[in-house]
């Protein structure tokens, strides 16, 4: 079943699909956007595997700028030990996280990279987990040619701290579907044994078949006892410890009650039970558990500050570099980082052109420049050569690391379940009055009045309640991923439903950190100026050189003595005019001054404001969101442009700057100390400690590459507009709860009915069971999808 | 009618054996990643010169 070749348009990437710009390349007939794309339909075209481009439209990843040399440190033997799981002379194996991938083709090339190297014996892919295990010869491939082939095709590996736990499949996981197993195999088995007590049929049989079969069923049952149901006891404890009844107590009672009662009633009565209804009960729950948790995820929201850190460090002594691994970085030790290196502690730069971007860590776009003896903080990167740093602090102990582990920022683990924990308080209250009425009413006659508590406590048992939200909730996240929405569990769905206070990040998340609106202020310029300040432009790649370039219209003229400074600005000379375009002094301004100053034959003419692009559509998208939310935004930009955040937010919200990440985080508490519950938006490690402590925390990235700092949700480019109606979703989940617990109690109603008046039998026990359960799974699956449709979210099926 | 016994004993013989083929495989991890595989079936490889394996 192949899909239709994608047929590109001429303006598109042959390879990644993105637009094509001034570095556009052509080749064989094909456009791409750069040399790395290329590159990789060269790889793929010689090993004749371009099936690949067939499988997906998608498919292809841009693999970015390489650099080998990033990747020797693999070969280090210690390195090696910390990485492979399996290594012996003639094989190894090793688990890769990555993160890219994303579709069918990615699967089928992943799982062919013994066509591109000998040495590799075969490759598996779990796609859940987004891990690729590869069995390859050691002696005969070294593993930084590994990790360099899957890089040049667009999936470079994640290797960090981190994820040295990757590998297995927990083994909770795999509990759950032995407790399913067994459920499911008793329930089927003891089934058998009732369908003679559905029919009426015993009295054909001889006397003691109904006991026999009766002792039968309760031998099946046994292993569901002793295995498949224990988790609800041990939360059911767990609750009673901290003084609540949860959903989980009334649902142990009744499964408690279940069996005792059809035990007694086999050894006592010579009946069958109810172990039919108790197996299944079972059963159902433990469905629903499972389709709970399955996860649909491509993304880990565990990520701690360690998953953004390098394994290895170069470290510098006696003239010789040597690879050792982070956490044995000591103060004092001298560490050399390169090009786009991540610096991993607090040090001081004591050679090369410190120009660190820390985007990523406190929201700036632009990149600072750091004197030699300047301390730089752990977290960039570093956009210039080579440097080497004197550490000032052990990787635990940097700036970054403490304000992430920071005790006063910890959520509080209860936030979860509280529809459930409600119902649980109310059932349980409910379900011991009705038994107690019933035993009163009973009260003269003994064993009548036993029989009547234990089948009031039996069919009070709130299996369908128990399953609405896992069953409303789970659906609705499945939902919400398609539109590009993701969140952690669902917990997390119903926290989003409490909501009424948006918190929003600024840089990166409000506006894009790669596209830049930029102002003119000055002198005005003439045709020739133009043209000279856009030539000269041309020549520098620093991102506010490219933005000046593209917004100019003007000839390509030719410039002498191109220079740039990195940190301060560019110079060149054009026909006999000498320019300097760059910081206030570099231009040579007395007072520090935001923008980028254009000086020519030393007078300074006028200069650029360059500023983070707002996001499309992005005053609809909060109007609509302020009518139903209280809004903030914080920002650790300064306040240059607030007079134009005034006009974009909606009137009424809060607006702050100049935020740390502490301020971040302290104004969140502050708003939920006032009562409120907060969300918050952000996207970069900067907005990490906010994001833990808000009542929900939403990460926001464009790309599929996924460094998402530690949050309970992911906002992408597509998801992020429809935030309203996604919110919208969540309350109408929430409600979906509600109604599907009115239902419930509904059908318990029924069954307390024949419960109190003494005639409730195995039959209508095994009845009113899964019918409940069933009208309860359809409601929920059926309400949510519905509701999802008449709110017209998104579809965008990727795989 | 007591030859039911006997069968029952049997049938339920046989189930056991499948409920304990199912607990290897899951101990085994086949259950483990329940997505890729469905997915993998359904590549074609054409033929190329294969490894020699």
Redesign the interface.
């Known amino acids: 079943m192949k899909a239709t070749a994608y047929i590109k348009s001429q303006d598109l990437c042959h390879h990644c699909g993105d637009q094509l710009a001034d570095e556009a390349v052509e080749k064989n007939g094909h456009h791409f956007c750069c040399k790395g794309c290329s590159t990789v339909f060269d790889i793929l075209n010689r090993n004749d595997l371009c099936e690949y481009y067939e499988l997906d439209p998608k498919a292809g990843i841009n693999p970015g700028e390489l650099h080998k040399e990033k990747f020797a440190y693999l070969d280090d033997e210690r390195v090696q030990q910390k990485l492979l799981s399996f290594k012996k002379q003639h094989k190894a194996i090793i688990t890769f996280q990555i993160p890219q991938m994303h579709c069918m083709s990615c699967i089928w090339l992943l799982e062919r990279l013994y066509r591109f190297e000998k040495a590799i014996e075969s490759s598996r892919v779990n796609f859940n987990r987004k891990e690729l295990q590869v069995n390859y010869d050691p002696s005969k491939l070294a593993l930084s040619h590994l990790v360099y082939l899957l890089s040049s095709l667009g999936y470079e590996p994640h290797l960090s701290l981190a994820s040295e736990k990757s590998g297995k499949a927990k083994p909770l996981e795999r509990r759950l579907w032995l407790q399913i197993g067994i459920a499911g195999f008793a329930f089927g088995n003891i089934m058998l044994f009732s369908v003679p007590e559905y029919f009426d049929s015993l009295g054909q049989l001889p006397e003691n078949f109904k006991n026999s079969f009766g002792f039968i069923s309760l031998l099946l049952s046994l292993p569901v006892l002793f295995f498949s149901d224990l988790d609800y006891f041990k939360s059911a404890l767990a609750g009673l410890r901290k003084g609540a009844f949860n959903l989980d107590f009334p649902l142990s009672l009744g499964m408690i009650s279940l069996f005792i009662y059809s035990s007694y009633s086999v050894f006592f009565e010579g009946g069958m039970g109810y172990f039919d209804s108790f197996a299944g009960l079972v059963f159902f729950l433990l469905l629903g558990k499972a389709f709970q948790n399955k996860t649909i995820n491509q993304f880990s929201f565990d990520r701690d500050y360690r998953s953004f850190f390098p394994l290895f460090a170069i470290k510098l002594k006696n003239g010789n570099q040597e690879t050792i691994p982070i956490e044995n970085l000591k103060v004092g030790d001298r560490i050399l980082v390169q090009h786009q290196g991540l610096i991993p502690s607090d040090g001081y730069l004591l050679k090369g052109n410190g120009v660190i971007d820390y985007s990523f860590v406190t929201g700036e776009s632009i990149p600072e420049t750091k004197q030699l003896g300047e301390v730089i903080y752990a977290g960039g990167r570093q956009v210039s050569n080579n440097i080497e740093i004197e550490l000032k602090k052990t990787v635990s102990n940097s700036y970054l690391t403490s304000l992430w582990n920071n005790e006063k920022f910890q959520k509080p683990k209860e936030k979860l379940n509280r529809l459930n924990d409600n119902a649980g308080r109310f059932f349980t209250l409910g379900v011991v009055l009705v038994a107690l009425i019933g035993v009163l009413m009973w009260l003269p006659d003994i064993s009548a009045s036993i029989r009547v508590f234990a089948s009031v406590l039996i069919i009070a048992c709130p299996c369908a309640l128990a399953l609405s939200a896992p069953f409303a909730f789970g659906n609705g996240i499945r939902i919400l991923s398609r539109s590009g929405f993701y969140l952690k569990n669902t917990s997390v769905l119903e926290a989003l439903s409490r909501l009424d206070h948006l918190v929003f990040d600024k840089t990166g998340t409000l506006t894009d950190n790669h596209k830049f609106d930029i102002n003119y202020s000055g002198r005005r310029l003439n045709d020739l100026e133009v043209s000279q300040v856009r030539s000269i432009c041309s020549h520098s790649s620093h991102p506010m050189s490219k933005s000046i370039f593209q917004s100019l219209v003007g000839q390509d003229l030719l410039v002498n003595e191109f220079r740039e400074t990195p940190g301060k600005g560019i110079e060149g000379i054009q026909k006999g005019d000498k320019y300097r375009i760059g910081n206030w002094d570099w231009v040579g301004q007395q007072e520090m001054e935001q923008g980028v100053f254009v000086q020519k034959n030393g007078t300074v003419i006028g200069k650029f404001m360059i500023e983070g692009h707002v996001r499309e559509e992005m005053s609809r998208t909060l109007d609509e969101l302020s009518l139903n939310y209280d809004m903030s935004i914080c920002s650790g930009d300064n306040k240059a442009s607030w007079k134009k955040w005034l006009e974009i937010m909606p009137s009424g919200s809060n607006i702050k700057f100049d935020q740390d990440p502490q301020d971040k985080a302290k104004e969140i508490q502050k708003l939920q100390k006032a009562g409120n519950r907060v969300c918050m938006i952000g996207d970069g490690l900067n907005d990490g400690l906010a994001l833990k402590t808000a009542d929900v925390g939403l990460a926001f990235t464009e790309k599929k590459d996924t460094l998402t700092p530690a949050s309970d949700g992911v906002l992408s480019g597509a998801s992020f507009y429809d935030l309203d109606k996604i919110l919208k979703f969540s309350r109408g989940c929430s409600n979906i709860v509600r109604i599907s617990f009115a239902i419930s109690i509904l059908y318990n109603c029924i069954g307390l009915y024949f419960a109190l008046i003494g005639i409730l039998s195995p039959v209508i026990a095994a009845i009113l069971m899964p019918l409940s359960s069933i009208t309860i799974v359809a409601f929920t699956t059926g309400s949510t999808g519905l509701y999802s449709r008449i709110l017209g979210l998104k579809n965008l099926i990727s795989n | 009618?007591?030859i039911?016994?006997t069968l029952?004993g049997i049938s339920?013989f046989l189930?056991i054996i499948f409920?304990g083929a199912?607990?290897w495989s899951?101990?085994r991890?086949q259950?483990?990643?329940p997505?890729?595989p469905g997915?993998?079936i359904?590549?074609?490889d054409?033929k190329?010169q294969k490894?020699s394996k």
């Open positions: 009618m007591e039911i016994f029952i339920v189930a409920l199912f607990i899951v101990k991890g259950y483990d990643d997505l890729t997915i993998r359904l590549f074609e054409k190329h490894k």
